[in-house]
């Protein structure tokens, strides 16, 4: 079994990202919100041997306009429902981590990496808009945010979503993998000194832990964020495992690249493997003249071109083959596609692009690991929390450890 | 005039000493394949739904956190959804907070969930205070305990206004016309309450139930009447025929004020039980898994949650304390709701005093009997035979079936008991609806 040092993700929106792909004839708009819709599509992810696919979410309706798709499920619960009816694709929902609660997302994230056996990860999204914070009542959004004229506020936003991150990740670590103990002699069934308190203090929460729920298949789920600035490219350097930037073209990937590397680097963790996939927008068939004549089509139906933080690519799975080369060679380590209309994207990215990879030795030829972190290189972490049995150097064991009764006391 | 039903649901074992870890029966309580064998067995028996609990902190005593009882747990949301994908018809209902939630995002999470099981969506109102639970929130400890009801009042009446922002009708994706939406203000509400200030526009489209069924525990007055105003179903306590038939008649009694009719409110009392070939065998092996549930060391735990004190020093063999308890504010326990039971700890204490003497029990013992007494042991046709009983007698209208072993603590009632209460016919044979709303003979929502 041949595997590639190459990965695809699919971002998983609706009918698809283009605005009127609901009204192409393949397109389910009325099957939008039963399992069976989103069952299929990652069926068929799994059929390509994707790595991964991603599924978008938002706090409040998409749009305004009566025209486009309104209304969508909970994407952590689509992704729930999904995940025991799949053995291999990688699976990552979108949290809102703005007015949500870390504790909630973390066991969340937790379960869905036990209901799919060590294949979960989760993007996670900031929210700036003043609409979305008015679902929630709890806190007003800085004016600036929205024409972007308040800089501070906004790297506000992307420090409390590295803390919120933080917590995520302490929450995971706060039972060791040995906790559960079922000692029948002392009739304990947790050992107490291998569950954590957490006792994170940030400016906008603080959380104490342990979770609820014990550390996930994976130890760590797989933590990824889209990027397009700055800030995002800090969070990604700071906190990700796996960052999608939206390039132009290869030489704009390499440098998107560079920037995530610099900030990785600054946060200490230049030793760690980032991943960082571009994100393109496809419309796929097997002629260049079909595929541009679909996109004129939907085009048509919007009423003006549709444009994309990412870049758009019209045309054949051999020739996004190509780009995907290109910016592979340009130091990226996958791409994430958004499909223009599903399923007619997704299809020609799992029976087209992915047979022209794997032509050219460039994509596996079949799943090479059971969890998300192994098809994508990542070990299994070790617990932050846990002290090793035998240390390699005398008092080589974190200082500041803190176990339960400890605490306490 | 055809045979009053009964409803059953089937609780997930829980993390107290109810649940026996220990027993070589016992399998994991995280794994998902313990929760799909445990769902699977139960939609088998044509089971009205499962109900998982969930508490949002891990229970401390004596400032450590309690270890000898079943410890970890998953997210109820995410572990419904899976479970939809492994059954087709059984009720997913679970437990979540109104004061550690915000109405937007649990009311997107039930219509999600309903939707993603083709309405079988259930949700158990409860509420807290505690700031212990609140060192895990954005909001942490705050809200005093004679507003907890208001708060989740509000909080449940926001949601409704959510649920209800879409009629059911506004997804027409008119491919041709190009219209998604016949509706463009779809989903907009406004929310301006005490607790609540929140307005736009909600992003699930009506879910098949409208709603999610709606379930209610506690036995307090306040409790009662949250119930009779807004549930569907309300779990109790009470184990016996007679405080049963008093309950029942207590709580029907409200549904009238609320203009709310009789079998709109399903009362399902918690119910732990044991089978046994004979009745012999039966309560041979009653009084084993009573000794499981209730070892040494957690017959000390819960006379320091009754004592409200540290009595790590004492025998459980021995006698009980001799000193009463520290009465006030319980220090001893943290997360969990039972020690609110003991309103008046002294009286409880001369209550086991009481039987300790005219019994000659030891402290463990004491334990044994005041807390863990199975509600229904026998042979699987006199089980049958009671429980019908009780429903047939209004005492209530089925249970809420509490197993002491997972994943497999529900397989020999499905296999033995569920065939009785058929035959006698109690009991569907087969599943004449799809929704919970219609296991529940509940009449549909209006949109």
Redesign the interface.
């Given at each position: 079994m041949a595997t590639a040092d190459f990965h695809l993700a699919v971002a998983l929106d609706g009918t698809g990202w283009h605005p009127t792909s609901w009204r192409e004839p393949e397109a389910r708009p009325r099957d939008l919100f039963a399992a069976g819709y989103w069952a299929d599509l990652v069926a068929e992810a799994e059929r390509g041997l994707l790595d991964l696919v991603t599924i978008e979410d938002t706090l409040g309706l998409q749009s305004d306009d009566p025209r486009q798709v309104g209304g969508r499920l909970d994407a952590v619960l689509v992704a729930a429902r999904v995940a025991p009816l799949t053995r291999h694709v990688g699976i990552v929902p979108t949290q809102v981590v703005t007015h949500t609660e870390p504790f909630h997302a973390s066991k969340a994230i937790a379960t869905l990496d036990y209901v799919s056996t060590g294949r979960a990860g989760v993007r996670v999204r900031v929210s700036h808009c003043p609409d979305e914070a008015a679902l929630f009542g709890r806190r007003t959004v800085a004016a600036g945010l929205l024409d972007d004229t308040d800089p501070a506020a906004l790297a506000e936003l992307f420090d409390e979503a590295a803390d919120y991150v933080e917590v995520l990740r302490r929450l995971w670590d706060s039972w060791e993998d040995d906790a559960e103990i079922r000692d029948a002699a002392t009739g304990r069934f947790v050992d107490r000194e291998k569950l954590h308190y957490i006792d994170f203090h940030g400016a906008q929460f603080s959380v104490r832990g342990p979770s609820i729920t014990p550390r996930p298949p994976q130890g760590q789920p797989v933590v990824a964020a889209l990027a397009h600035r700055d800030v995002a490219f800090r969070l990604v350097g700071r906190s990700a495992d796996l960052g999608f930037v939206t390039p132009r073209d290869a030489a704009d990937a390499a440098d998107l690249l560079g920037t995530i590397r610099t900030e990785q680097e600054a946060a200490g963790r230049g030793g760690e493997t980032v991943h960082v996939f571009g994100d393109v927008v496809v419309f796929l068939d097997a002629s260049a003249a079909a595929a541009a004549e679909r996109k004129e089509r939907l085009d048509g139906l919007l009423g003006h071109e549709y444009r994309s933080d990412a870049h758009v690519f019209v045309g054949t799975p051999a020739e996004l083959a190509d780009l995907a080369l290109e910016w592979r060679a340009a130091g990226l380590s996958g791409l994430r596609l958004r499909p223009g209309a599903l399923p007619h994207d997704l299809e020609q990215i799992t029976r087209g692009l992915v047979p022209e990879l794997q032509r050219r030795g460039a994509f596996r030829t079949g799943y090479e690991a059971d969890t998300l972190r192994g098809l994508l290189g990542l070990s299994r972490p070790a617990n932050r929390y846990a002290v090793l049995e035998h240390p390699e150097t005398p008092g080589s064991a974190p200082a500041a450890r803190r176990t339960a009764s400890q605490h306490t006391h | 005039m055809p045979r009053k039903q009964i409803h059953l649901a089937a609780h997930f074992p829980g993390v107290n000493n109810t649940t026996v870890?220990?027993d070589p029966a016992a399998g994991s309580h995280?794994?998902?394949s313990s929760f799909?064998h445990f769902a699977r067995t139960a939609e088998r028996a044509k089971f009205d739904f499962l109900f998982l609990a969930?508490?949002?902190?891990?229970r401390?005593q004596n400032?450590?956190?309690y270890?000898?009882?079943?410890?970890?747990?998953?997210?109820t949301?995410?572990?419904l959804?899976?479970l939809?994908?492994?059954t087709d018809r059984l009720g997913l209902t679970g437990t979540i907070n109104s004061t550690?939630?915000?109405p937007?995002?649990v009311a997107?999470?039930f219509?999600?969930?309903d939707?993603?099981?083709?309405g079988r969506a259930g949700w158990n109102v409860v509420t807290s205070w505690d700031a212990f639970t609140g060192?895990?929130?954005?909001r942490?400890g705050f809200l005093p305990q004679e507003k907890r009801y208001d708060r989740a009042r509000e909080f449940l009446a926001a949601t409704r206004e959510l649920f209800d922002s879409?009629r059911g009708d506004e997804?027409v994706?008119d491919?041709e016309q190009?219209?998604?939406?016949?509706?463009?203000d779809?989903?907009r509400f406004g929310v301006h309450s005490e607790q609540?200030?929140?307005?736009?526009?909600?992003?699930?489209?009506r879910?098949p139930q409208g709603r999610p069924v709606i379930l209610q525990a506690g036995d307090s007055e306040e409790g009662r009447e949250f119930a009779a105003a807004d549930a569907d179903a309300i779990f109790t306590r009470h184990g016996t025929l007679e405080a049963g038939r008093v309950f029942y008649s207590d709580v029907k009694g409200r549904l009238a004020r609320y203009g709310r009719g009789h079998g709109e409110l399903k009362i399902m009392p918690a119910t732990t039980f044991v089978l046994g070939d004979t009745e012999a065998d039966a309560h041979e092996k009653a009084h084993l898994i009573r000794s499981q549930q209730v070892?040494g060391?957690?017959a000390i735990k819960f006379a320091e949650q009754l004592w409200n004190r540290d009595l790590s020093d004492r025998d459980p063999d021995g006698p009980l304390p001799e000193e009463d308890p520290v009465v006030g504010e319980n220090t001893i326990a943290k997360g969990r709701a039972s020690v609110r039971m003991y309103r008046d700890p002294v009286a409880i204490a001369n209550e086991w005093r009481a039987l300790a003497e005219a019994k000659k029990l030891s402290l463990r013992q004491v334990v044994i009997e005041t807390t863990s007494r199975q509600n229904f042991i026998g042979t699987p046709a006199t089980v049958a035979a009671t429980m019908d009983e009780f429903v047939q007698t209004d005492a209530c209208d089925g249970f809420v079936l509490v197993p002491h072993i997972t994943p497999g603590g529900l397989d020999d009632f499905a296999d033995t008991v569920v065939p009785l209460l058929q035959e006698r016919g109690s009991f569907r044979t087969e599943y004449t609806g799809t929704t919970l709303r219609e296991h529940l003979s509940l009449r549909p929502l209006r949109g």
């Open positions: - | 870890w220990s995280i794994e998902f799909a969930e508490g949002l902190r891990l401390e400032g450590l956190i270890d000898l009882d079943v410890v970890g747990r998953p997210d949301f995410t572990i959804a899976a939809a994908a492994v550690f939630n915000e937007y995002e997107r999470q219509a999600s969930l939707h993603l099981s083709a060192e895990n929130f954005r942490g879409w997804v994706a491919k190009g219209t998604f939406l016949a509706d463009p779809a989903g609540f200030d929140i307005e736009g526009r909600f992003s699930v489209p879910s070892s060391q957690t």
